[in-house]
């Protein structure tokens, strides 16, 4: 062990021995915390590339934010033989580094905004300079303009730059004013030093937008204080710095972070440069991309409305005047739609009036009980000649007690509409898994609907990268103006189609609140997973294994069937319509010879009587018989009871109908009921298959997928190498 420890040892001495020394020294444009980031990210890519073969030393040194001071400190290091490479790491002392002509040490300016606006060398696509790399972004400020103009119609801007880089850049204002011309619009620059309170006392009258350039004097709190005072004033903005920038309060950018592509590209520069490779042949253009980012409060507080097709595109961040909602997911959406929605609601309704007519039924068996009360007024001779039977004017109270002793058709009515509720019980049981699967089928296409609009927007911003590309071939004169008009109008398309599955999106989610019964607007967010699919969706379910089986997939199957048919409440609802019609066809048949039986009780009372005919019958006395004769006067109080039979002899044919036809009634049900059955098996058996040969379809989908974007890769480097035309590309 101690052996093996020492020839590593002296391994790793010879090895270090063999590497060469490096002195790397990083220029800024000024003092800043921002620089310690910067410094942090560079070195850590330098060393993953350049540590094995060289031992590398680091250093920085910072100007006042002036072209003056950064020129001093680039001739400062210039002048320095212990400085082996220079890396200019902001606008200024890029300025100056990319413009020196045969440096006694390379140099590498990081952040130059346009070669042709600061008049720098530039020699099909490299610098061409002895000495001198520095890497570009081609036809930024005209993009950002571009956009900014598709963001809110902007007339007149005012452009808001480094005073040391506008006075250090000869001819710089009427260079951006041509930019501008070219953008559709009238740009004025406007130096900025180190003070927020100077820009807005310097801003140019009527203006009616502002572009914040590269302000890197300027602290985080002195630009989140510049936006604010923007907004306050009603003027949109737009960022060179992209979302960090917006994240602050201006109104727009494109994210084009190009800081980690950057510090790739300068490890890369230095390696080639410590290896002895000539700089000057160096590809300066680096690709932007980036995403349109839209702060919403801002938007809000200017009063700027982007077009659709714009906001769509756009990665929208802030607090903004839409909410997003509260999360929803898919369990909770199947529930609330089973607990809100109004047609469950409407047969709830229904289920209680099946209650009622029940009760309905069965009160015929109870005893009824009636009680009245009939005033009648006669003719006064009438009254007079009925010897007391019929007074002129009487009010009579009767109540009535009836009993249905033994009925079959009314028995057979309270069977017969049990057996109707137990169908409509089970009718809306099956309405309730219909809207539970609306419920959670209007969910899913809210997903698919939000994936496709993902979808659409990141064909949008492949097809602007291939645009960005076409751009830079046009630049450098390996491709002509077609394959930039291809591409636009390719870019136009694609926005189309963005806007259309927005518009599906949206109606997706309509048709989702409408089913859960919220208002068809209302916001929420799915909290599913779209990406994840499938296997989001079955997760902790054993239905998949039994997939790849094909005799325990047999097996599922019939188990499946079996059991769908003894739960369907379709079926059920059919089986409980059967035992209705059934006993109708008993009840019928009954009904042949089978009375009524019924008891009946009346209680009679004269409660008042007038006029003529009130006195009874009287025969005055005679001679021979001196007492008058008086008959009896009926009761005013009186009852009776009684028992009927009745059976109905002929009805015409009615019995004989009703009988066959509840009996074909009958036969009808249980062939719906069997037809029901076998399409229920169909359709369990048939999605079954579907989705086992679903779920092997999205395994091959998402293999072609990565063989789709690996090629998509690979086509896009041979497009941007130039050894590939843009109809490949586009397929």
């Known amino acids: 062990m101690i052996l093996w420890a020492l020839v590593v040892a002296t391994h790793a001495l010879a090895q270090e021995e063999t590497r060469s020394n490096a002195n790397i020294t990083f220029v800024f444009d000024g003092p800043g915390s921002r620089n310690d980031t910067l410094r942090t990210l560079f070195e850590q890519e330098i ?43 902001g606008p200024l002392t890029s300025q100056v580094a990319a413009g020196l002509r045969e440096p006694p040490h390379p140099v590498i300016a990081s952040v130059v905004i346009d070669p042709q606006l600061q008049g720098l060398p530039f020699d099909e696509g490299t610098s061409g300079a002895s000495g001198v790399a520095y890497l570009t972004v081609p036809f930024a400020l005209s993009r950002d303009l571009q956009t900014f103009r598709e963001v809110t119609p902007v007339e007149r801007v005012a452009f808001l730059v480094s005073e040391g880089l506008l006075g250090g850049i000869q001819g710089l204002s009427d260079r951006l004013e041509q930019v501008g011309a070219d953008a559709g619009m009238e740009l004025e620059a406007v130096g900025v030093g180190r003070s927020t309170d100077a820009i807005l006392r310097n801003l140019p009258p009527g203006i009616d937008g502002v572009y914040i350039g590269p302000l890197d004097q300027l602290s985080t709190t002195d630009l989140q204080s510049l936006a604010d005072s923007l907004a ?44 002895g490779d000539d700089p000057a042949t160096f590809a300066v253009q680096a690709t932007s991309g980036g995403r349109l980012v839209i702060n919403r409060a801002t938007a809000r507080a200017v009063n700027v409305y982007p077009p659709l097709g714009v906001l769509l595109e756009a990665e929208l961040v802030g607090d903004g005047p839409e909410s997003s909602g509260a999360p929803i997911t898919l369990d909770a959406a199947m529930r609330e739609a089973v607990a809100a929605n109004l047609s469950l609601a409407s047969q709830d309704r229904a289920l209680d009036a099946g209650a009622s007519r029940v009760r309905e039924a069965w009160s015929l068996l109870l005893p009824q009980v009636d009680a009245g009360v009939t005033g009648t007024v006669v003719d006064p001779e009438l009254a007079e000649s009925s010897l007391g039977q019929q007074p002129e004017r009487t009010a009579t109270g ?65 097809t602007r990268e291939s645009l960005e590309l076409a751009d830079q071939r046009e630049a450098v004169g390996s491709a002509g103006p077609a394959e930039v008009l291809r591409l636009q109008s390719e870019a136009a398309t694609r926005r ?63 188990f499946l069937s079996v059991e769908a048919v003894r739960a369907e409440p379709v079926i059920q609802a059919l089986e409980a319509g059967i035992r209705a019609r059934e006993r109708a066809v008993r009840a019928a048949k009954r009904s042949f010879y089978l009375p009524t039986v019924a008891a009946v009780a009346q209680l009679n ?67 719906e009921r069997d037809l029901a059955a076998q399409r229920v098996e169909q359709n369990v058996r048939t999605q079954v298959q579907i989705a086992a040969a679903s779920y092997a379809a999205i395994r091959e989908a998402r293999r072609a997928a990565d063989a789709a974007r690996q090629s998509l890769d690979i086509v896009t480097e041979a497009y941007a190498a130039g050894t590939l035309e843009v109809t490949p590309l586009l397929e």
Do not use: C, H, K
Request: glycine share 4%.
């Open 47 to 89: 060393r993953a590339l350049a540590a094995r073969s060289f031992r590398l030393r680091f250093d920085a040194v910072a100007a006042e934010y002036t072209l003056e001071s950064a020129r001093q400190r680039v001739r400062d290091l210039m002048d320095n033989p212990a400085v082996d490479l220079v890396i200019a790491a």
């Open 232 to 275: 306050a004033r009603n003027l949109p903005s737009f960022a060179f710095g992209g979302q960090r920038d917006v994240r602050l309060g201006f109104l727009a950018a494109l994210d084009t972070d190009l800081t980690p592509q950057l510090a790739r590209r300068v490890a890369v520069f230095t390696e080639r440069i410590l290896l």
């Open 398 to 462: 009767q109540i009535t007690l009836s009993q249905i002793l033994y009925s079959d058709g009314a028995r057979a009515n309270v069977d017969v509409e049990r057996a109707s509720q137990s169908a409509r019980e089970s009718e809306r049981a099956a309405q309730r898994l219909d809207i539970a699967l609306e419920a959670a089928e209007a969910y899913l296409n809210v997903l698919r609907a939000e994936a496709l609009v993902q979808v659409e927007r990141d064909n949008l911003l492949l």
């Open 496 to 558: 189309t189609d963005l806007i259309n599955a927005f518009v599906q999106r949206e109606a997706a989610r309509i048709a989702l609140n409408q089913v859960l019964n919220r208002p068809l607007e209302a916001p929420f967010t799915a909290t599913e997973d779209a990406q994840a699919g499938v296997d989001a969706l079955a997760r902790g379910s054993t239905l998949l294994e039994f997939v790849a089986n094909p005799r325990v997939f047999e097996q599922l199957r019939d």
């Open 605 to 671: 009372s004269n409660l008042y009587e007038s006029g003529a005919g009130t006195d009874g019958l009287m025969v005055p006395g005679s001679p021979e018989s001196p007492l008058a004769l008086s008959l009896p006067e009926m009761p005013t109080t009186f009852w009776s009871a009684g028992v009927s039979v009745t059976l109905p002899l002929f009805e015409g044919t009615g019995r004989r109908a009703r009988r066959d036809r509840t009996s074909a009634e009958a036969e009808q049900l249980r062939l």
